[in-house]
Structures are given as C-alpha cells and as structure tokens.
C-alpha cells in the first residue's frame, strides 16, 4: 500500500496533512467536541503539549476524546467515567431505567467507581460488609450483582424496572452530571 504524500501512515490516515497541526489547534478541537466513551467504556486519550498530531484524521478522532483529560491523571475519574458508560450500556441492554431522582443514580455511579479504584472490583456501595475485600472478591454483589442478573432486581436504585414508581424516562446519564450531582467537580 502506497501512502499519500504528508501522511501519518497510522491506519485509516486521511494522507491530507503534510506537516503537524499545532497542539493549540488540537486542544480546541477536543475542547469543542461531544465525548464518547468506545466500546469498553474508556474515553479516548488527548496529547500532551508537544505531542504532534500529524494529519486531520486524528484531529478528528482526537476531537471526539474528553473536553478535558483529568482522567488521566487521577484513576477515580477514569473509573468514574468508565461506570458512567457502563451503566448507560447496561440500561439499555436490560431494558431498565435510571431512578427519576438524578442524584440517587449520580452517587451509586460514584460509589461503584470509587470501589472499582479501591477494591478493583465495583463492589455495591449500597450494602453494609463486615470485609469489602472479601465480598469484592466473591463477586456476588458486584455489580451487575446477582439479583440484578437473575431477577432485574437493583437495591440501589440505579437499574429500574419499567414498573418501578422510582423508575424514570432516562437510560443514558452523562459523565459530567454525575460529578456535578455527586459534588466530585
């Protein structure tokens, strides 16, 4: 394969830069941009200053990364961004509803990244244990837990059945709220 001239040679290069895009130029483009996790619930990585995004595709592609990058540095947020789309993906596999409270669903969000950091696993943060490490590694309330598996039955309040009188209209919850309603901003 013959690559265009000023291309990258990273896959699925567009080949219509022929010298780097200033890092400026990049930092506006994420900061501009609506972020979506991938597949695996992770957001997108931005450069650091310096590092040189050699043609517009991965202009493009790094303007659909975080507006900004703290999960980088700080395992939580990652953590908290990851059980955000987790959740948003879950309620839509099952069929459930977030709780027509948005806070409620906020702090659980919380709650299981902070014990995903702490723990490894993302343990109930709605139960009382005698040993959280022993219970995150059973696995039984990890969540999804057991009775939400099994019979669609959520303690916390985050995936609701239809019929449920705390069920919203929502299954999709941003990032950003959950800090803001959890008071992690």
């Not at 696993?121 to 005698?130: I, Q, S």
């Amino acid at each position: 394969v013959r690559l265009p001239a000023g291309c990258c040679g990273k896959a699925r290069c567009c080949g219509t830069m022929r010298e780097p895009l200033p890092y400026a130029a990049v930092l506006l483009a994420c900061v501009a941009a609506f972020h979506v996790p991938d597949a695996h619930g992770f957001l997108p990585r931005m450069p650091g200053p310096g590092v040189a995004v050699t043609c517009r595709h991965h202009a493009r592609s790094l303007a659909s990364g975080p507006l900004f990058s703290t999960a980088e540095d700080d395992p939580t947020e990652k953590a908290l961004d990851a059980m955000t789309a987790f959740t948003n993906r879950y309620t839509k596999i099952t069929g459930t509803y977030l709780c027509a409270e948005a806070s409620v669903t906020a702090v659980v969000v919380k709650g299981l990244a902070e014990h995903k950091v702490s723990l490894g696993a993302p343990l109930c943060p709605c139960r009382y244990y005698e040993d959280k490490e022993a219970e995150a590694k059973a696995g039984y309330w990890n969540c999804p837990c057991v009775p939400m598996r099994e019979r669609h039955e959520c303690h916390c309040m985050l995936f609701l059945t239809e019929d449920n009188d705390f069920a919203g209209k929502e299954q999709v919850i941003d990032a950003q709220e959950v800090r803001r309603l959890s008071g992690t901003m």
